[in-house]
């Protein structure tokens, strides 16, 4: 069966280290990924997009790669600040019509100062 | 400012007394969806709706109902709710195409005793 799997345990870092994120999935060919941001009580917050045929994309300080023969994305955050603590959510689309994309269950990230 | 809105943001209530959770968006997006958001599973598809009067299952549809009369509305019904159903529910709305990203409200949690 189809499967994403995103680290289910809290990330701690530091402030000013990079943090990563892993997205695995299984038993998919995404067209594209997506990744979101959630805070406590807040819904999801769209912040990459990534297509099957790139293999990085960049904002600001965040970094997403997609390595379709591993099925795997990786999601960075460098020079890390508290305000960076969240909850991130990867999301794949199903390849089929309409709205189908289906999400990760997310990986908790606490920002030290 | 664009947004999607949700009513209510917290809502109890009993087993079997129909609900109704309301959901607008101001972004003209023809797409719209609902989620529910439980620990450990994630955020999973309940209905999605394409276009006015165009809706379809999700992953989880069973005991929910929605409709899509204007393009702007998309209510969530539950006609008699159970205790499984108490959750975290996200309404979404994203423009029509593939890789449009969602834009989520912020949240109604149900609780049903």
């Known amino acids: 069966s189809q499967k994403i799997e995103q680290n289910s345990e809290a990330l701690n870092i530091q402030e000013g280290k990079t943090a990563t994120l892993t997205c695995n999935y299984t038993?998919?060919?995404?067209?594209?990924l997506q990744w979101y941001r959630q805070d406590p009580g807040r819904g999801p917050v769209f912040l990459l997009l990534?297509?099957?045929?790139?293999k990085e994309k960049r904002k600001e300080r965040l970094k997403v790669t997609f390595d379709t023969t591993l099925k795997q994305s990786l999601f960075h955050i460098t020079a890390s600040q508290p305000a960076d603590s969240a909850t991130y959510l990867c999301?794949?689309?199903?390849?089929?019509?309409?709205?189908?994309?289906?999400f990760g269950g997310g990986t908790r990230v606490l920002v030290k100062p | 400012e664009a947004q999607v809105t949700q009513n209510p943001r917290y809502l109890i209530t009993v087993t079997g007394k129909k609900l109704t959770v309301t959901c607008s968006q101001n972004?003209?997006?023809?797409?719209m969806s609902w989620y529910r958001q439980d620990p450990g599973l994630g955020l999973r598809q309940i209905y999605y709706?394409?276009?006015?009067?165009?809706?379809d299952k999700g992953d989880v549809p069973e005991g929910y109902k929605v409709s899509r009369k204007e393009k702007r509305n998309f209510p969530l019904i539950l006609e008699s709710p159970s205790p499984n159903q108490t959750s975290l529910y996200f309404c979404?709305?994203?423009?029509?195409?593939?890789?449009?990203?969602?834009?989520f409200g912020n949240g109604t949690r149900l609780t049903v005793t």
């Open positions: 709706s394409m276009n006015v009067e165009v809706t």
């Open positions: 979404a709305s994203n423009r029509q195409g593939p890789n449009s990203p969602l834009h």
């Open positions: 038993n998919y060919s995404p067209a594209y």
């Open positions: 990534i297509r099957e045929n790139e």
């Open positions: 999301a794949l689309d199903k390849g089929a019509a309409g709205n189908k994309l289906t």
């Open positions: 972004m003209n997006h023809e797409y």
